[in-house]
C-alpha cells in the first residue's frame, strides 16, 4: 500500500462552535492526467475519503483560529488529487450555521508509494466570508 504522511494547516478560521475535516482521493493514472471534474467534484462523487478532524460542542464557541492536524493515509500505490472538505458551525442571530467548504488540489496529483517520498503540508487559508454572506442551500429543522 501506498503512504501520504503530512500535515493540513488550516488558518483564519473564524469564531466556530464545531470542525469537521476530511480529505477525498481521486485516483489517476499518472501525474500527466487532467484534474477530474475540472476541480469541482459534487460531494456525491467523494466516496474514498478519510476523516481528519471532527469536533462540535454547540454549548460553547471557539475563537481557535489556526490548526495544524497531522496526516497518515494509505492507499493503493499510485497518483491522487485531493480535495478536503470542511465544515465550520457558526451562529448568527441565535441560529446555527453550517458553512462547508471544499478545497481541491488541482495542481498536480500526489504520489501515494511506500515508502512516502516526503511529508506534506497543504495550507488551507479559510475563506474571510462574514456569516449573513454566506449562500443558502437549505435548512434544517430540528423536530
Known sequence: ???????????????HRGLMVSLSFF??????????????????????????HHQVDLSRESSQSEYEFPIEVERPDGFYYLELRAVLLRTHDGQLVAQAEPFFFARRPMLFCDPPLGKITLPIPWPAVAVDELPIDGVIEPQ
Request: hydrophobic residues 25%; without cysteine.
Open 1 to 15: 500500500m501506498g503512504k501520504l504522511e503530512g500535515t493540513i494547516a488550516l488558518t483564519g478560521v473564524p469564531p
Open 27 to 52: 485516483p489517476v493514472n499518472s501525474p500527466d492526467d487532467p484534474v477530474p471534474y475540472d476541480g469541482d467534484p459534487p460531494p456525491e462523487i467523494a466516496r474514498d475519503s478519510h476523516s481528519v
